[in-house]
């Protein structure tokens, strides 16, 4: 099948979709938007006062999420969302947004000066490498991703923190598992409604973090 057959099922998918216009009726960026709140709601994560940060942010789509569970009744935010991205966003009342690679030293240093030494509650990473189709090679670039962000958590999640991670089926999966339980006491896996069901898309949570010290994917 050609890639602009391809393109046009996708598209008719997409137009289609009833998450994709369930979030342009709420005003949300992405159908994403949907896939968190069903991980929060059964988690049971989020509360007023969190510091919550969003890796892979844009468009911002987990970001509404996070600001609509923090905003208190006088609707004002109680908590701190601070969101990273290489790709640039459109601004969102209360959430400080990064633009830069969370794989260079610079955009790291910049979001742990906003955390100002202080602790997350939550990290909310839908980062995704661009895949090229060749396995090896994109089992490689999902566990590093996976890699970056359990470091991330490792080093800055507060006692009782969790952290909510977009992975692949396929090869290096297993491992990505094996090490998400040397690092938390509690790891479960969520594939949410709105995740298409042919996607190989699942979601890691991990809750009750073992050690400050995060090991490899690939150990």
Request: charged content about 25%.
């Amino acid at each position: 099948m050609t890639k602009k057959k391809l393109s046009k099922i996708w598209l008719r998918q997409h137009v289609n979709d009833p998450y994709v216009k369930l979030a342009q009726q709420k005003g949300y960026r992405a159908r994403a938007a949907f896939k968190l709140i069903e991980i929060l709601d059964t988690e049971k994560l989020l509360r007023g006062g969190d510091v919550v940060v969003d890796l892979g942010a844009a468009p911002g789509s987990w970001s509404q999420v996070a600001r609509e569970r923090l905003v208190n009744g006088a609707g004002t935010i109680d908590g701190r969302i601070i969101a990273l991205d290489l790709l640039p966003m459109e601004p969102i009342a209360d959430v400080v947004f990064i633009q830069g690679d969370f794989r260079d030293q610079a955009a790291l240093d910049a979001l742990e000066g906003h955390l100002g030494g202080g602790r997350v509650n939550l990290v909310i990473s839908d980062m995704a490498p661009n895949l090229s189709g060749v396995a090896s090679a994109d089992a490689a670039r999902i566990q590093d991703v996976c890699e970056l962000a359990l470091a991330f958590a490792g080093d800055h999640l507060a006692s009782g923190g969790a952290l909510v991670l977009k992975t692949f089926h396929g090869s290096g999966f297993s491992q990505i598992v094996e090490a998400f339980k040397r690092s938390f006491d509690r790891v479960v896996e969520r594939k949410p409604k709105a995740s298409r069901s042919q996607s190989a898309e699942t979601f890691l949570v991990g809750r009750g973090l073992k050690s400050r010290r995060v090991e490899s994917c690939g150990e």
